[in-house]
């Protein structure tokens, strides 16, 4: 039974969810281009992307984790 036991840290917590999701979704349709594999590329897309990657870049040297999901962002950070 011990092993079965959860534990539970203090951790601080930020939730970011990019409000429009949806109609950001059309904008980066609109936006795509077809690529020279075929594929369909969207800078529009791109930027998005990388503005999460710069968010996670800020946590380097930090004892946090971080979970990209769908149009959110969740950080939990070791208050220590």
């Not at 059309?26 to 503005?51: C, I």
């Not at 979970?67 to 950080?75: E, H």
């Amino acid at each position: 039974m011990e092993q079965n036991k959860i534990k539970y840290q203090k951790r601080i917590v930020c939730f970011l969810d990019v409000l429009g999701f949806r109609e950001i979704l059309t904008d980066f349709e609109n936006d795509a281009v077809l690529s020279s594999n075929g594929g369909r590329v969207s800078q529009k897309a791109n930027e998005f992307v990388g503005a999460f990657k710069e968010v996670v870049s800020y946590m380097d040297g930090i004892d946090c984790n971080y979970y990209l999901f769908s149009d959110n962002i969740c950080i939990t950070v070791d208050p220590g």
